[in-house]
């Protein structure tokens, strides 16, 4: 039910199956739920602009079952400092969305949570 997606204008690394699983291993601690409902979505755009360049950016969108809003603030430090270390993204260059998602409208399995 976790949900990471992140885009980004920096070219990805040829082993990008090796960041995904990182991701989502760092994704289900981060949010206490179990690996096998974290999906990492990673995408490359080279057309992003932020703060009127193309220096290294990324945006980011966590949403899961339960989020806690009030852990919003450690959320953003935790994948900042992914970013940062994996992508060389600095964090300053980073946007997140969060979204605490309804179980009813999260499909999944040809029903819902």
């Known amino acids: ?4 997606s992140i885009e980004t204008n920096t070219p990805l690394p040829a082993n990008s199956g090796r ?3 990182t991701l989502s291993s760092a994704t289900a601690e981060w949010l206490g739920k179990p690996e096998a409902y974290v999906m ?3 995408q490359h755009n080279p057309d ?3 703060g009127g360049t ?7 969108e966590l949403k899961s079952i339960g989020l806690p ?13 992914r970013l940062e ?3 060389a993204i600095p964090r ?3 946007y997140i969305e969060f979204a605490d998602a309804p179980r009813k409208l999260w499909g999944w399995n040809s029903g819902t949570f």
């Open 54 to 60: 193309t220096e290294p950016l990324a945006y980011c």
């Open 48 to 50: 992003m602009r932020f």
């Open 40 to 42: 990492v979505r990673l």
């Open 1 to 4: 039910m976790p949900l990471l």
């Open 19 to 21: 960041l995904t699983a």
């Open 85 to 87: 270390e994996l992508l």
């Open 69 to 81: 809003e009030s852990r919003t603030a450690e959320l953003s430090q935790a994948l900042c400092e």
């Open 92 to 94: 300053e260059r980073v």
